[in-house]
């Protein structure tokens, strides 16, 4: 280790500083050891400081990182590493080396004012290599903050790799999670498809029956033939009506010979059960208004309310402003579930207390939505069972209601059905079809139930045509009804 150039520094012994009368000179020691101690607190001062900004300096991070197209942006906390020993100790040694030469200063000018211009000269050589000395000192600390500083940006550069880095794989990250997410809705939307949720009608439902009767060896078609059939037919959910209409018209072909084998029988069953069902009902939830209303009819248990959160969560997803009215006010719990659907559709729901005029609910919601500029109102209506006048009547009011709120509304008066009820389902249509004059059906629960065949009852019966058919739990499992696909489903 190279000898600290304080200690270089040459300061004459006191035996060689003599005062005028030939006495040692105290003041020298006294000053030299003041000045010790100085040298001891500044560097102590400048410890506590250079600790204290670094620490601020790190929790308060401000300068940015220098960020690329597509890199995450990162904060940067601008680094600043406390001062090394040896930067600290030329500093200290250049420090001591100025008080020196100016205490050698005043000796001198001492000297020279007695006349002592041999003794003043020699402190003169000494005060000039002090100078040099504190010169020297000071270009090393100089030098040593140089390399502190190219430290902190070399620390500054790999802080701002790591943030970097780490700000990139979170951005992977929260990618990879919202892809998976993504997988996850899209495969959630998919639902079920309504060949999917007809397996139990063509199972276990008429399809089946027919299936038995078609199956195995060619058979001619005889009265045996046309007694299964029959048999079959009178046995299923598609109506009493709908069956008769089937079987005469298969003995009328039969007796034209015009059925050469059971095979044939099967084919025209199929193109006449795709003739009935064959009625267009529009999927658009659109078209009357603005607003499109929808009144919504059902009795309780058939699956209304879930119908309408669908209903609304389809339209929210195309972009449309959905209002919902919470119609039925009778049941408890109508509203409430109702407001969950609003959330998770993110539509808006107006409801009124318990037991309060239902008119006046799905009134206001229709107001309401023509301030707003809402797109579509599904309105909810009470649901208590078909076989109680008195809601056919509160339903005829709520119509004329709705007509008021806006001419020409309800633009769809949608009939949910449970599927699960079969024949009992077609009467009820009937009496809704003749309270309020229903424009469409939604049938629920077809993945549930093997009576699926009500479908080909209520169109042939009322001419109603079925909009919407539920094959799951899902929002998506609730599909629009196509005919071609429900024959295909059945008889393929």
């Not at 080396?97 to 003794?119: D, V």
């Not at 089937?246 to 069953?269: F, G, H």
């Not at 919470?326 to 409430?336: L, N, V, Y």
């Not at 539509?347 to 206001?364: C, H, M, R, T």
Request: glycine share 8%; charged share 25%.
């Amino acid at each position: 280790m190279q000898p600290s150039l304080l200690a270089q520094l040459t300061v004459p012994p006191v035996s060689e500083v003599k005062t005028g009368d030939g006495g040692l000179d105290s003041t020298l020691i006294t000053i030299v050891i003041a000045a010790a101690v100085l040298v001891m607190v500044l560097l102590l001062v400048r410890t506590l400081y250079v600790r204290r900004k670094a620490a601020r300096a790190l929790a308060a991070p401000k300068a940015l990182a220098p960020q690329t197209a597509t890199a995450p942006l990162v904060e940067l906390p601008k680094v600043v590493l406390p001062a090394g020993e040896a930067e600290v100790l030329r500093l200290a040694e250049a420090e001591a080396a100025r008080k020196s030469a100016e205490e050698l200063r005043s000796q001198r000018a001492a000297l020279a004012a007695e006349g002592k211009g041999a003794e003043a000269q020699a402190l003169k050589d000494q005060e000039e290599a002090a100078k040099k000395l504190a010169y020297q000192a000071q270009k090393s600390a100089e030098a040593e903050e140089k390399k502190r500083h190219e430290a902190e940006r070399e620390e500054s550069k790999r802080l701002a790799a790591e943030l970097l880095a780490t700000a990139r794989a979170e951005e992977a990250a929260a990618k990879a999670a919202a892809a998976a997410e993504e997988k996850v809705r899209i495969e959630a939307q998919a639902g079920q498809t309504l060949s999917g949720g007809l397996q139990k009608t063509k199972n276990e439902g008429f399809m089946s029956g027919l299936n038995r009767l078609f199956g195995g060896a060619p058979r001619a078609i005889d009265e045996s033939v046309l007694a299964e059939l029959e048999e079959v037919l009178f046995t299923a959910d598609i109506g009493v009506k709908t069956a008769q209409g089937l079987v005469t018209m298969a003995r009328d072909k039969a007796k034209r010979n015009e059925l050469a084998s059971a095979d044939k029988l099967k084919d025209v069953i199929r193109t006449e059960v795709a003739r009935i069902v064959d009625l267009r009902a529009s999927h658009t939830l659109g078209g009357g208004g603005p607003p499109h209303v929808i009144m919504v009819v059902g009795v309780n248990g058939s699956g209304k309310t879930t119908t309408i959160g669908r209903l609304a969560a389809k339209a929210t997803a195309a972009g449309k402003k959905v209002v919902l009215a919470a119609g039925d006010t009778f049941r408890a719990a109508a509203a409430e579930q109702l407001d969950v659907w609003a959330v998770r559709a993110h539509a808006q729901l107006v409801k009124g207390k318990e037991d309060s005029d239902p008119s006046a609910v799905i009134f206001e919601a229709i107001k309401l939505a023509k301030e707003n500029g809402a797109d579509l109102v599904i309105a909810d209506t009470a649901g208590r069972l078909h076989t109680k006048t008195p809601l056919m009547e509160e339903l005829k009011k709520v119509k004329r209601v709705i007509d008021k709120a806006l001419p020409g509304a309800p633009h769809e008066v949608l009939l949910v059905l449970d599927s699960t009820n079969g024949q009992n389902a077609i009467m009820q249509a009937r009496q809704f079809h003749d309270a309020v004059g229903i424009t469409a059906i939604a049938l629920t629960k077809l993945d549930g139930t093997a009576k699926g065949g009500v479908i080909i009852g209520i169109c042939d019966e009322l001419k109603l045509p079925v909009a919407w058919a539920g094959v799951g739990e899902k929002v998506a499992d609730l599909r629009p009804f196509e005919p071609k696909e429900f024959v295909q489903a059945l008889f393929d």
